[in-house]
């Protein structure tokens, strides 16, 4: 495991002494702002130069960030000072402040799409097994989030699975982790990794799967030529079958509530919620462009052409409406608020805003030239967490309290 770097890095004593000085400045006026931008920490590499990492994989948690990326090639043993040769997949955690936690490597690179749930990364290897991992209390500072006891050799893995079918795109609850595949699903149990039933063409009645998802402890697959939703519970027994005017363009998930979204009979298109029940608890037309909903207990969002709206899961009822916005890129949210970049009827230029629950604007702020208003953005306990080709930075997500440094 490589060795954790200081937690205090040249440049953020630097931007801890420039806001200190803003303060001092200020004099008891100051209050830190929401927005406001609090530090900036570079991503090492933490391996050779020859070696290969690929593409990284971001997930958020509720308190850490994982970084998850599979290596080969050369890389350096910084507990030896020697050379290794690499083929595994890393993860690495950061918390809020930047700093980085903890790092986990696996047995072999990753296959398919890791998830993240209750504070645990599980994802299929090539060497035909599937992982969990998380850190280790002692070891991420109190940075994980939800430890049990290990049954493995290595500290970082909490339970390993064999599993000898297709790559797997997990989905994840605090109960379960779903692996996708071309050919159906299957659940393990995200406390010990034991399998808890397999769905395939056989056991289902549709000819193809297009999308599996799950929320809670309910797990939904849509597919067929005749379009068809699928509801099984935690014991794999079938609640739903239900039949769909089309194949859902997206699937996701707002606790046991299948969220869809569809093309109707007429052409409209439609944001559908059906239950565990199988009973259609709303409908709501919306514009097909853009990506799916982000929701957040049990509420969802969605920006589209300048207009966020706020939807209630449970009765696929609108909460509120705010137009004349400019999104850029994806919108993350809490159970407290809407986050977002781009620019709201108040501003001129893009940057950071909030929106409350009640659908009014928190507050705007505007952003440093790096970043700016790309690169894949997270809300993470109180920092909004934006990353850049090779550095992330920290914004506030509320106003601080009077002379607060940080």
Known sequence: MSENRSRWSRRRVLGTVATGASA????????????????EESLPTGIHPSADTGGSLWRSGRRLLYRI???????????????????????????????????GETA?????LPAVADGRVVCSLENETVVALEPDPDEADGGAESVTSRD??????VWTTEWDGPRLRFRASPTLAVGVHQAGVVAFALADGKELFSIDREDAPI?????GAVGADHVWIVGGSDP?????????????????????????????????????????????FVDAAGTQRGRLSIDRSGSSPTIVANR???????????????????????????????????TDRLYARGTTPEMDDCGLFAIDRDGTVAWTASVPEEPGCSGDLFALE????????ENMYGFRKTSGRRLTLL
Not at 75 to 86: A, K, M, Q, T
Not at 108 to 112: E, I, K, L, N, T
Not at 313 to 329: P, Q, V, Y
């Open 24 to 39: 001092l400045v200020a004099g008891c006026g100051y209050q830190p702002g929401g927005g406001e931008f609090v530090w």
């Open 69 to 103: 990326r599979n290596r080969s090639g050369q890389g350096i043993d910084f507990g030896s000072g020697g050379f290794v040769e690499l083929d595994d997949a890393q993860v690495t955690a950061y918390d809020s402040s930047g700093s980085r936690v903890w790092e």
């Open 108 to 112: 072999s690179q990753y296959a398919g």
């Open 152 to 157: 493995s050799d290595d500290p970082d893995t």
């Open 207 to 211: 000819d193809d799967l297009d999308d």
């Open 228 to 272: 068809t939703l699928l509801g099984y519970d935690a014991e794999g027994t079938r609640t739903v079958s239900r039949a769909l005017p089309s194949t859902p363009y997206w699937l996701e998930t707002a606790g046991s509530v299948a969220v869809l979204g569809i093309e109707t009979e007429s052409g409209e298109d439609e944001l559908w």
């Open 300 to 334: 969802a969002y969605r920006a589209i052409d300048g207009t966020i709206r706020a939807i209630d899961c449970s009765s696929g009822e609108r909460h509120w409406t705010l137009e004349g916005c400019e999104i850029r890129g994806d919108i993350v949210a809490d």
């Open 382 to 389: 109180d920092r909004l967490i934006a990353l850049g080709d």
